[in-house]
Every structure is written in structure tokens, then in C-alpha cells.
Nanobody, 129 residues
Framework: QLQLVESGGGLVQPGGSLRLSCAAS????????IGWFRQVPGKGREGVSC????????NYADSVKGRFTISGDNAKNTVYLQMNSLKPEDTAVYYC??????????????????????WGQGTQVTVSS
């Protein structure tokens, strides 16, 4: 059973930066697509960014493109989300999610992450002055 643990959340001022980490209990991240989703109370999950371990491709929501960068480090079994130029509307609980995919494919951000069957516990990101 794959386990995912998010870390790096916290309180930051608008325009600031945070780096989220998703540590996975596997040494074979190349077999997985890893995604970051966020959720505000009362709202569905929103796809933020994802990384394909098999192809190296990335995908970003329009709302974060140019500000967020996702990257993977197979040696550390970790996927990162570097968040720059943060805005108050970025405030949410951020979840790391994954699903196994052996062939190269672009990771999805749609359907509120229904394709992802492994989820972390979430980490709170609050952007406020």
C-alpha cells in the first residue's frame, strides 16, 4: 500500500513562497503519476499540478501556471511543489495524490482527482497579510 505524507504548509504573506513536499513510500516513483490537489471547505478538490514519473511531463492549472513548479526526486522518493507569488485565493488544504501508471502519459488534473487512488492527509496553506 502506497503511503503519501505532505509537509511544508504554513502561513505566508501574499507574494511569498512555500515549498510543499510529498514523501512516498516507494522507490519507484517512475511508475506513478503524482498530483497536487487543493480543497476549501464546502468545495470540491481542485487539481493544481501533477508530475508523471514515467514520462517526466508536468501539468498545471491555469490559476497557478507561471507561479508554481512541480518537480520529482526519485532518489528521495519525493515530489515537490514550489509555490511562488502566492495569493490569498491559494489558501486551501493541499493534498498529495498518486496512481500507478507504467506507461508514459500526461497526468490528469480533472474530475477532482478521481483517477488518483492514493491520498495523503493534507497540509494547510494559508496566504494572508
Amino acid at each position: 500500500q502506497l503511503q503519501l505524507v505532505e509537509s511544508g504548509g504554513g502561513l505566508v504573506q501574499p507574494g511569498g513562497s512555500l515549498r510543499l513536499s510529498c514523501a512516498a513510500s516507494t522507490s519507484a516513483l517512475n511508475y506513478y503519476n503524482i498530483g497536487w490537489f487543493r480543497q476549501v471547505p464546502g468545495k470540491g478538490r481542485e487539481g493544481v499540478s501533477c508530475f508523471s514519473g514515467s514520462s517526466g511531463s508536468t501539468n498545471y492549472a491555469d490559476s497557478v501556471k507561471g507561479r508554481f513548479t512541480i518537480s520529482g526526486d526519485n532518489a528521495k522518493n519525493t515530489v515537490y511543489l514550489q509555490m511562488n507569488s502566492l495569493k490569498p485565493e491559494d489558501t486551501a488544504v493541499y493534498y498529495c495524490a498518486a496512481y500507478r501508471r507504467l506507461w508514459p502519459t500526461r497526468c490528469p488534473l480533472d474530475r477532482e482527482g478521481k483517477e488518483y487512488n492514493y491520498w495523503g492527509q493534507g497540509t494547510q496553506v494559508t496566504v494572508s497579510s
